[in-house]
């Protein structure tokens, strides 16, 4: 291997290799380590039998395992050079079983190298790796049509395949699958051409490697991205110092700044990138930025231009984003996890599953019931607090995440995002409409009627007593000359909801437009009670912060009572028809209620006296200055 270049400044390019058990991805991979002259003696000497013959695979399969079954299990590195390059290479499994390692093997890589049989062509996986490397925005796809030596180096069988992946880049929407005929054990066309495939003009797999060009992302500071990892103050003068790789952007002293989510705004005072030499940091270093106000900045915060004309990234709380499924336990909608993107954890909650990738066709069925294990699909997510978040095909660090089961802390999908978007509770979104405001103020309206509006919400599983309370609740407030509704989620079910069914996305949008009612019901004067099981805090804050935003009373009342109580009551029989099987999704069983941490009041109806507990709301309006003492 020639060293005529410094390993520090050769460019260093990153590939992922894919391909069908068998295909020999493992002597192709221990071939381009042989003839690029990467191997330490002492590993070659590991692997040479005592007649000379060097086993190739295994100089790339790492694992006890992988060497006893001869299959690819865990995605392993490789290192190798050449005289102008450096190669990562992500070698990712084969089998079916272990396709959710090419997803993340192939996440950050510049080139994929899909590895095709040329005697059993293009295959099931093959596709699969394919749409994957697709999926995740690996810029260059080829192949490496290997064991051409057991077709007798036939050009009109390589023809043949180039066809079908002409076909298949098709099917992919990209401008094409370029392929090397490639005998791995032999060493044919990897780092040397072959003389024995004279009818083949196109480069190496090392010269294609070679000619790739590398773009380097835009050195614009409207652009800057830079998520926080570590805060710390390391000098005496106890000036924090904020630590982070560059995502995008550059960022220079002097330069303004804003931190998402807060907001905050401030100045960048010094970079230092561990090179005396470089005053402005470029996207891929590692950094430390102290600032000129002492803000609040934590990790997980991301710094952004202040610029007047910064691209600034979306502050989302719902994310379209395509899935691969890396549990054995199959995702839902409803279902709960973590979300995790770079040093920010948030809770996420499956709104909807929209589509599967079916790994034959690359067509997308629409609206499954469940992701399965290795399954790719395109899913609505709802997170409980801000995620600072681009598009994966306009920045891969800040538009990637992964999904882990809050429970076993296990790690169950990684993910890309499609678009994110805000949800601004209590803010108009539409601007082809206005609000026309009554010719009545509220304060005007509420004094000659006598009236103060507000409204309770009540939250609770099913069964909890919820409705119940809301009944003794409205009918205590009518005795007091009040007027009150009881506006229930069954019954608006009947009317302005009939509309909706029960999939999490449409209980999110019956609360939605209950929340709006009941702000409509207190502005006019109205104690309006909702009975809600609305089992997600995110929905919840939607129809306080309606409230919020209109300056009106909102009480939330957490009705608490266990899930084993509730479902002895079953009056509706829900409960025993989820055990069945009958009912999926019902809340307390198969489908998350995240418990109100900081509820106005809390309250078990097990045995209590509910004109007591209606009492007991009724005080709390009294002290809010909603109803008179």
Not at 108 to 124: F, I, Q, S, T
């Amino acid at each position: 291997m020639s060293t005529a270049i410094p390993t520090a400044r050769r460019q260093i390019l990153r590939l992922a290799t894919a391909g069908s058990v068998d295909d020999g991805k493992s002597t192709l991979i221990g071939r381009l380590l042989h003839d690029t002259g990467s191997l330490p003696t002492d590993h070659l000497a590991g692997v040479t039998s005592d007649d000379g013959v060097i086993d190739l695979a295994a100089l790339s399969d790492g694992l006890r395992a992988e060497r006893e079954q001869g299959i690819t299990i865990d995605v392993a590195y490789r290192f190798f050079a050449s005289d102008t390059r450096s190669y990562v290479l992500a070698d990712t499994p084969g089998h079916e079983r272990y396709t959710r390692n090419t997803f993340t093997g192939t996440s950050n890589a510049h080139v994929a190298v899909l590895l095709v049989d040329a005697r059993r062509g293009v295959l099931r996986q093959t596709r699969r790796h394919a749409r994957i490397a697709t999926l995740v925005g690996v810029p260059h796809v080829i192949a490496a049509v290997n064991k051409i030596d057991l077709v007798g180096f036939s050009q009109q069988r390589f023809d043949e395949l180039q066809a079908e992946l002409n076909e298949l880049a098709v099917q992919l929407g990209i401008d094409e699958i370029a392929a090397i005929p490639v005998a791995a054990t032999l060493g044919d066309n990897v780092v040397h051409r072959s003389p024995k495939t004279p009818w083949y003009s196109g480069p190496t797999l090392l010269e294609y490697l070679e000619s790739v060009e590398l773009q380097a992302p835009s050195p614009e500071p409207r652009e800057l991205r830079l998520p926080v990892q570590w805060v710390s103050r390391p000098g005496a003068d106890g000036k924090r110092t904020y630590t982070g790789r560059v995502a995008a952007g550059t960022v220079a002293p002097g330069d303004p700044v804003t931190v998402l989510p807060s907001g905050s705004r401030s100045t960048v005072t010094s970079v230092d990138t561990l090179d005396p030499q470089r005053p402005v940091a470029v996207a891929g270093l590692s950094v430390s930025v102290q600032l000129g106000d002492e803000i609040d900045v934590g990790r997980g915060d991301v710094i952004v231009s202040g610029a007047a004309d910064a691209h600034l990234p979306v502050t989302a709380r719902e994310l379209s984003a395509t899935l691969c499924w890396l549990s054995e336990t199959p995702l839902h909608a409803g279902d709960r996890v973590a979300l995790k993107q770079g040093a920010h954890t948030v809770r996420a909650t499956v709104q909807s599953l929209e589509r599967r990738l079916d790994p034959e066709s690359l067509l997308e069925v629409v609206g499954p019931t469940e992701l399965g294990l290795n399954d790719i699909g395109t899913v609505t997510l709802r997170t409980s607090s801000i995620v600072v978040a681009d598009a994966y095909a306009d920045n891969r660090d800040t538009g990637a995440f992964i999904l882990i089961d809050e429970a076993s802390n296990d790690t169950v999908a990684a993910g890309t995002i499609l678009e994110s978007r805000e949800v601004i509770p209590g803010k108009a979104t539409r601007n082809d409409i206005k609000w026309h405001p009554s010719s009545l103020n509220r304060s005007e309206r509420w004094a000659k009627t006598g009236q103060r509006g507000a409204t309770v919400w009540l939250t609770g599983l099913p069964a909890s007593g919820k409705s119940t309370v809301a009944v003794a609740l409205e009918r205590a407030l009518v005795n007091r000359a009040r007027v009150a509704y009881l506006v229930d989620g069954d019954n608006i079910r009947h009317g302005i909801s009939d509309d909706l069914g029960f999939s999490p996305g449409d209980r999110a949008e019956n609360i939605r437009r209950v929340g709006h009612l009941a702000r409509l019901f207190a502005d006019a004067g109205v104690i309006a009670i909702a009975s809600m099981v609305s089992p997600l805090h995110s929905d919840r804050e939607i129809a306080r912060e309606l409230h919020r935003a209109a300056d009106l009373d909102f009480i939330e009342v957490h009705v608490s009572t266990p899930v084993g109580e509730c479902e002895r009551r079953d009056p509706k029989g829900l409960y025993a028809r989820a055990r069945r099987g009958e009912v999926k999704g019902l809340t307390g069983i198969d489908a998350p209620y995240e418990k109100p941490q900081s509820p106005d009041l809390r309250f078990d109806t097990t045995g209590a006296d509910i004109d007591d507990l209606a009492g007991r709301v009724l005080a709390l309006l009294v002290e809010r200055g909603v109803v008179d003492e």
